[in-house]
C-alpha cells in the first residue's frame, strides 16, 4: 500500500544549489501533480502531467522544471534555488479527472529549506 | 480564475459539533472536496461531494452544498480531539483545467 511516494522527506539547500524532487505512484494513475504549501496559503499548483511524456505549467511554475519519462515517477527540479522557494512540497496523482469522480492521492511532502 | 476561501481557524469543545464553511467561485463546478491534514503529513481525503447534489453523509460527516450561493460546508458530529487537524476544501470544474483549486485550509482545534 505504498500509494505516493516522495524522496527526500527533508532537505536544505543553499541559494543556487540544484536539486531534483522525486515522486513515484504504484496506481497506475494517468495524472500527476505537483504542489507547494505556504503558511495561510493552501496549495499551489506548480505543473502537472496528464500522461508519461506530457508536462504543463500550473499556478506558480517559474523556477522550477518538471518530466514524466515513467507513468509512475514525476519529478520536480529546481535548477537555481531561491530562499522564496522555502516550502513544503507535495506530489499527487490521480486517474484522468471527468471520466467519474477521481479525488486526487497525495504524498506525505518534502520539506525543503533554502538559506 | 477560479477562487476557494475558508475560514482560518475554528475551536470546539470535545464532543460538540464543528462546522467549517467553504465558498467558491467556479460556477462550472463539478466536484468538491474535503482534505484533512494532521501535522507532518499530507492531504487525507475525507469525502467530497458531486455538485448534483445538496447532501452527503458518511458516519460523523455530513457534507452540505448550496450551488446557487456556492457554499459548501462540513459538519462534523462528536468532535473529538483526533480530529484537530486542518481541513482544505478544494474543487474541480469542466473548464478544461485539470487539477484542484485549494482553499487556504480550516485549523480545527478540539479542546478537551
Known amino acids: 500500500n505504498a500509494g505516493v511516494t516522495q524522496t527526500p522527506k527533508f532537505r536544505v539547500l543553499k541559494t543556487g544549489q540544484s536539486m531534483t524532487l522525486l515522486c513515484a505512484q504504484d496506481?497506475?494513475?494517468?495524472?500527476m501533480y505537483w504542489y507547494r504549501q505556504d503558511p495561510g496559503m493552501g496549495l499551489r499548483l506548480i505543473h502537472y502531467?496528464?500522461?508519461?511524456?506530457?508536462?504543463a505549467k500550473g499556478e506558480v511554475p517559474d523556477g522550477y522544471n518538471v518530466s514524466r519519462l515513467k507513468k509512475q515517477n514525476f519529478l520536480l527540479g529546481l535548477e537555481s534555488a531561491a530562499p522564496s522557494q522555502t516550502s513544503v512540497y507535495f506530489c499527487a496523482s490521480s486517474r484522468p479527472i471527468g471520466q467519474v469522480n477521481q479525488p486526487q492521492h497525495f504524498g506525505d511532502g518534502t520539506r525543503l529549506s533554502i538559506l | 480564475g477560479e477562487d476557494v476561501e475558508q475560514s482560518l481557524f475554528l475551536s470546539v469543545r470535545e464532543g460538540d459539533s464543528s462546522v467549517i464553511n467553504c465558498t467558491y467561485t467556479d460556477s462550472s463546478s463539478t466536484y468538491l472536496y474535503w482534505y484533512k491534514q494532521e501535522p507532518g503529513a499530507g492531504l487525507q481525503l475525507l469525502t467530497y461531494i458531486f455538485s448534483n447534489m445538496d447532501m452527503k453523509q458518511d458516519q460523523r460527516l455530513t457534507v452540505l452544498l448550496n450551488k446557487k450561493d456556492k457554499h459548501l460546508s462540513l459538519r462534523i458530529a462528536d468532535t473529538q480531539t483526533g480530529d484537530s487537524a486542518i481541513y482544505f476544501c478544494a474543487e474541480i470544474g469542466d473548464t478544461g483545467r485539470r487539477a484542484l483549486t485549494f482553499g487556504s485550509g480550516t485549523r480545527l482545534q478540539v479542546q478537551p
Open positions: 502531467s496528464v500522461g508519461e511524456g506530457t508536462t
Open positions: 496506481m497506475n494513475h494517468e495524472y
